[in-house]
């Protein structure tokens, strides 16, 4: 009885050791290249990998040449300005687009081909700080009013989803397109397009 | 026997579940999870890097070789109006690449013998000038002739020194607006016809031709009041007693005298 008690102790303390150990947060730091697909739900893979064809559609043109490129060859080399407008999500998932927005963003201003201007949502800010140094700052540091660069084109864009499911498989379907349109004009100068499928299946029970 | 024949229907109802669901082959994936996938971003921009700098130093000194030979032999108005951003009439082909900061890859030239038409490769983003953007150029020996630029209203040519300064500008643009007022009229939309010439009146006051237009719709929507006040307006802006010493030059509104002063008098009775 008191053999047969002890083991029991020590059967007991194992399983003790090991439950509290299998509940313990893991955490594992991984690359940001790497792609981890959980729930297959929109996740920062989708996000890189628009931004990543976004990036590299906007550099190619169908005649050879980016629009940027085109631009600057007919306007005596002068850079082509850009305003950020409104991608719409039209999904049924929460899908932070700034993330390949700002993706885009960096990447015109690396490439040296495009400038970039500051968005309806970020100028606010510049505007109520230029106003408040027209009373406060020395005059010899004052930002001036009225010296804003205007953009020739609006990058406008919107996310699409299509879902499909049967049992306990789903197939899900993204669509991000994004334009450039002339502001002057309405013509559309760029259209930017990445399609993404993903299978999810997942088992009818769980433990 | 019973038991044979439940299992047969049961067999045949899997079966036919089977048949039903939807057939298809196994999925591929193109990316396994938890794979390493390298982004290409800072490649491509690299590369764009690469590309737009190259691309920029040889326009540079594409545009720094025609800007000099533009400044080399211009007038002293021509220098001024290249330092403006802005077309004029006699530049030659370099000074207008120059006024209007583009290259020759913006152009299509047409043309042959002594006369040449210089219109924009692009028309949605084509070379501007300080003014608007540039529907075409005529060159003639070598020299701009004409120049045409795209406005809200139509087309706008400038073929002389005159028709480039605020004055010829709005002559130009108060001719497109009446333009449009007429065709409005003639639709027998007075109100938009009257929007249009109130547009024009206010670029170009004092003109004869736009009061009258004027003074008609207002009398068409019967408006007398007013057209009335217009119809008195048009003839003393053409001064009638310098009608007799001019002689020809006002004959063209002879008629339209003779309309307004009729229709003062029918207005006039008709407000009593």
């Known amino acids: 009885m008191n053999t047969l008690t002890r083991g029991l102790r ?45 990036v ?11 629009w940027a490129m085109q631009y600057m060859q007919t306007h005596g080399g002068r ?68 010296r804003e660069h205007g ?41 930017g397009q990445h399609k993404i499928k993903k299978v999810v299946e997942q088992p009818r029970f769980r433990l | 026997m019973m038991k044979t024949s439940t299992i047969s229907a049961l067999a045949l109802a899997a079966l036919a579940a089977g048949g039903c669901a939807p057939r298809m082959r196994p999925v591929r994936a193109i990316q396994p999870n938890g794979a390493i996938v390298r982004s290409t971003q800072d490649d491509d921009v690299a590369r764009a890097r690469a590309e737009g ?34 077309l004029a009439v006699g530049m030659t082909r370099e000074q207008v690449l120059a006024a209007t900061h583009s290259s020759a890859a913006a152009w299509d030239e047409r043309g042959g013998g002594g006369i040449a038409t210089l ?20 060159l003639e020996n070598g020299r701009v002739a004409s120049y045409a630029y795209r406005e809200p209203q139509g087309v706008r040519v400038v073929s002389s020194a005159a028709d480039a300064t605020a004055g010829g500008q709005a002559r130009a643009r108060a001719g ?34 736009t009061t009258l237009r004027i003074a008609r719709a207002l009398d068409k929507q019967l408006r007398p009041y007013e057209a009335l006040i217009r119809y008195q307006l048009f003839l003393h802006q ?7 010493a001019y002689g020809d030059a006002y004959a063209q509104y002879g008629a339209a005298v003779a309309e307004a002063r009729s229709r003062i008098i029918v207005l006039e009775r008709g407000g009593r």
């Open chain 1, 10 to 54: 020590a059967a007991l303390a194992t399983a003790a050791i090991l439950v509290s150990g299998g509940c313990a947060t893991q955490v594992t730091r991984v690359s940001p290249d790497q792609q981890i697909d959980l729930s297959g739900r929109w996740n920062d893979v989708d996000s890189r990998q628009v931004a990543d064809a976004m």
């Open chain 1, 56 to 66: 590299r559609q906007s550099f190619q043109g169908d005649l050879g040449q980016s």
């Open chain 1, 79 to 146: 850079r082509p300005t850009v305003i950020v407008g409104t991608i719409r999500n039209r999904s049924m998932e929460h899908i932070p687009v700034e993330t390949f927005v700002r993706d885009l963003e960096r990447a015109y201003l690396g490439s040296g081909q495009v400038q970039v201007v500051a968005s309806s949502e970020e100028r606010a800010e510049v505007r109520d700080e230029r106003a408040d140094q027209q009373e406060n700052a020395a005059a010899d540091t004052r930002a001036r009013m009225g």
């Open chain 1, 151 to 191: 953009a020739q084109y609006m990058l406008q864009g919107d996310i699409s989803q299509i879902n499909d499911r049967e049992g306990g498989r789903r197939v899900v379907y993204y669509q991000v397109d994004m334009t450039l349109v002339d502001l002057e004009t309405n013509a559309k100068t760029w259209t």
């Open chain 2, 53 to 86: 700098s190259s691309e920029r130093a040889r326009l540079a000194t594409e545009q720094d070789q025609v800007m000099g030979s533009a400044l080399a032999a211009c007038t002293p108005m021509l220098c001024n109006a290249i330092a403006r951003g802005e």
């Open chain 2, 119 to 138: 219109s924009p490769r692009d028309d949605a983003s084509g070379p501007k000038d300080v003014v608007s953007q540039i529907a075409f150029v005529t």
């Open chain 2, 176 to 209: 497109q607006l009446l333009r449009e007022g007429d065709e409005f009229a003639l639709a027998g939309d007075f109100d938009r016809a009257l929007n249009y010439y109130d547009r024009a009146d206010i670029i170009q006051p004092d003109d004869p031709a």
């Open chain 2, 238 to 244: 053409l001064e009638i007693e310098r009608i007799h």
